[in-house]
Structure formats: C-alpha cells, structure tokens
C-alpha cells in the first residue's frame, strides 16, 4: 500500500545530488484534532458498547434505535481511524463522514422529537444527542471545519 495520500514529496535534486528527498506530513490527528481523535475514539467505544449490549439483551423491544446507535458506532470509528491515518484521502472521507454524521444526528434527533413512539428506548442521536451533553450534534461540526482547515495546511 502506498502512503502518496499521507507525504507530499518534493521535487527531487538534480542528478548527481544526494541531497535526501524532504516530505511535509499531512497530520489530522495534531494540535486539536488530537482532541477530535479523542472524543470520537471515546464516542465509538461508547456507542458500540451501548448497541452490542442493547442488541444482546433486547433486541426487540427497539430495534431501531439499537441499529442506528451501531451506526453511529460504524461512523464514529471510521472518523477516528481517517484522523490517525492522515493524508489528503482521510481527509475527505472523514470529511464526508462527518457531514454523514450530522446529517443522522439532525434526522434522528427530529424524528425522536416528532415521532417518539418511533423509538421506544434511545439511540446515541435521540434529541440531538441529547443523552451525551449534544456533543453527537457538536463533534461533526467542529470536525468539519478542522478538517476544511487542515485541507489548507
């Protein structure tokens, strides 16, 4: 596997330099995004644990709700390991990723507040997120625009 999408090489020397060949490494996962890293990590152990252990002991009572918490989980994850990873490529997925995310935070967290026999138990986006301080509704947003500033690092 090639890491092109994580370097940025420079133009080599002239023939006959051996001048090393300098790169300029594309961190996401540095300065805040540290932070991001770590409220998402938190977030994908926090929403995995939550929907295995609903999906195990009861399934039926809302599935719904327990497979869209595995979603976020899914999301959250992916976010994470696009942070770490870094490059250009990690970027924008986890930029598309995190729009993905709020959209689902906006469209659960008002079907929960307009439909709630919809959801007879809730999902890590019911009310906005509402269950973990909003933060489902503030981590997208705040990864988004860290991730549109580090496109022009």
């Known amino acids: 596997m090639s890491d092109t999408d994580r370097t940025k090489a420079h133009a080599s020397p002239a023939p006959g330099h051996d001048a090393p060949r300098q790169t300029q490494r594309f961190e996401l996962g540095s300065g805040p995004g540290r932070v991001l890293v770590w409220f998402y990590g938190v977030f994908t152990v926090a ?64 079907w929960t507040q307009l439909e709630p026999s919809a959801f007879p138990d809730s999902t890590v986006w019911s009310g906005f997120g509402m269950g973990y301080l909003f933060i489902p509704v503030i981590l997208p947003v705040t990864g988004m625009i860290w991730l549109r500033r580090a496109r022009n690092a």
């Not at 994850?77 to 970027?91: D, H, M």
């Open 47 to 110: 929403a995995a644990s939550r929907s295995i252990v609903e999906m195990i002991l009861d399934f039926g009572r809302a599935p719904l709700a327990y497979v869209l918490s595995a979603v976020a989980a899914v999301v959250y994850g992916f976010i994470t390991y696009s942070l770490v990873r870094g490059g250009e490529k990690a970027r924008r997925a986890a930029l598309v990723c995190c729009a993905a995310e709020l959209a689902g935070v906006l469209v659960v967290g008002t």
